[in-house]
């Protein structure tokens, strides 16, 4: 998924969920913030393929995936919170609707899976979720819709 979708997927968790402060920082560091190994992997990428677009191109790491939960489960009880895990988990289950590779238990095995729904193209995927987050973060922001 774009970041378009974990920004309003976030963005609607965090006013359904009425979070403010430090679980806001956290709802957003975890839903949005994982994503920030893909601007450590851009030199790589850069190097592998240069500007084109290359579809498929394996852009993540641990960071984003289940395997993650490793260290994200203590920090959230360390924390005393269930923000980072519910975020997180949200992030995941977007990321692995769409068809590219993905391996759940980075670095500690080389298993690769597509996720759920690989036979749906992924633009309608996408259009179709980017289309239910922006009318429900519409709706809940402008008070037609009360959690």
């Given amino acids: ?4 979708t974990h920004f309003l997927a976030t ?24 994503d920030i190994d893909h601007a450590v992997k851009a030199p790589y990428y850069l190097r592998a393929v240069g500007l084109r677009d290359r579809r498929g191109y394996y852009w993540r790491s641990s960071l984003q995936e289940p395997v993650a939960l490793l260290w994200i489960v203590p920090l959230s009880l360390l924390l005393g919170t269930i923000v980072p895990i519910l975020f997180f988990a949200i992030h995941v289950a977007m990321d692995y609707s769409v068809r590219f590779e993905k ?22 995927k996408e259009g179709i979720l ?18």
Avoid: C
Avoid at 11 to 34: I, P, S
Avoid at 132 to 141: P, R
């Fill in 1 to 4: 998924m774009t970041i378009v």
């Fill in 130 to 147: 980017f289309t239910v987050l922006l009318v429900l973060n519409v709706a809940l922001y402008g008070g037609w819709l009360h959690v």
């Fill in 11 to 34: 963005t609607l968790g965090v006013q359904a969920l009425g979070l403010e402060g430090r679980d806001k920082v956290l709802a957003y560091a975890f839903g949005m913030g994982v």
């Fill in 103 to 124: 391996m759940p238990f980075y670095p500690y095995s080389a298993y690769v899976t597509r996720g759920w729904l690989a036979g749906v193209p992924d633009k309608i």
